[in-house]
């Protein structure tokens, strides 16, 4: 099997949770659901050896929440910063050209990093089978 390039959208502003979160500290950096942020635990379930390194696209202006974040859990990606928020659309597309680059049969999983996966082992295994 060859292993699944995570790539997680972390870039949004998270305005529709306000007043929890705001333009400077978005849904996705804070903790609405448990201990972490649904960012750092949707990066938790990457830790499969079934992933590669994870791409993480965020905006510029979240550089440092993205590094604190990561470093609060012991994780490691490559970041993508966009200069503005483009959507999903572009930050897949950079994403798919990287995955392509490094191999042109990549499999590659896209996430949002504001989702709530009830369960993550199901969506882990569903990531392997696709892999396969």
């Given amino acids: 099997m060859n292993k699944i390039l995570p790539v997680i959208m972390c870039g949004g502003s998270g305005t529709r949770v306000w007043p929890e979160s705001r333009e400077t ?20 379930m990457l830790a499969d050896p079934a992933f590669e390194r994870p791409i993480v696209v965020s905006n510029f202006d979240y550089r440092f929440l993205v590094a604190d974040q990561l470093r609060e859990i012991g994780a490691q990606a490559d970041v993508i910063l966009e200069p503005s928020r483009r959507d999903s659309g572009p930050a897949v597309a950079v994403a798919a050209g990287l995955a392509a680059r490094r191999a042109p049969d990549t499999v590659v999983v896209v996430l949002a990093a504001d989702h709530v996966v009830r369960d993550p082992a199901g969506l882990v295994d569903l990531c392997k089978r696709a892999g396969a």
């Fill in 25 to 44: 500290l978005p849904k996705q950096f804070i903790p609405l659901v448990g201990e972490r942020s649904t960012f750092q635990t949707t990066m938790a």
